[in-house]
Nanobody
Framework: QVQLVESGGGLVQAGGSLRLSCAAS????????MGWYRQAPGKQRALVAT???????TYADSVKGRFTISRDNAKSTVYLQMNSLKPEDTAVYYC??????????WGQGTQVIVSS
């Protein structure tokens, strides 16, 4: 089993920045994919960004150029640097991880609120 614990959410003004962290523990050898998803009120959970153990990344179009995902394999931690935040980025952000699909395991979520 894998446990994912997020931190770093909060309230920020539009144009500001936040950095989310997600620490993995347990059977971490199986975590090729790690990533972030988000769920806004009334909407489905959606991909934000993913990163493989070798460093390959994918991003949702809505965050390209503003968000950066990174990973410290030695610490089994994935980060999401969020810059130029917009009110539409307001959501609960979930860390996710897995071997062939990043959605095998989920964290508990961390709230991000961007005020206008």
């Amino acid at each position: 089993q894998v446990q994912l614990v997020e931190s770093g959410g909060g309230l920020v003004q539009a144009g500001g920045s936040l950095r989310l962290s997600c620490a993995a523990s347990g059977s971490i050898f199986s975590l090729n994919f790690m990533g972030w998803y988000r769920q806004a009120p009334g909407k489905q959970r959606a991909l934000v960004a993913t990163i493989t153990s070798s460093g390959s990344t994918t991003y949702a179009d809505s965050v390209k150029g503003r968000f950066t995902i990174s990973r410290d394999n030695a610490k089994s931690t994935v980060y999401l640097q969020m810059n130029s935040l917009k009110p539409e980025d307001t959501a609960v952000y979930y860390c996710a991880a897995g071997m062939t699909d990043p959605r095998n395991y989920w964290g508990q979520g961390t709230q991000v609120i961007v005020s206008s």
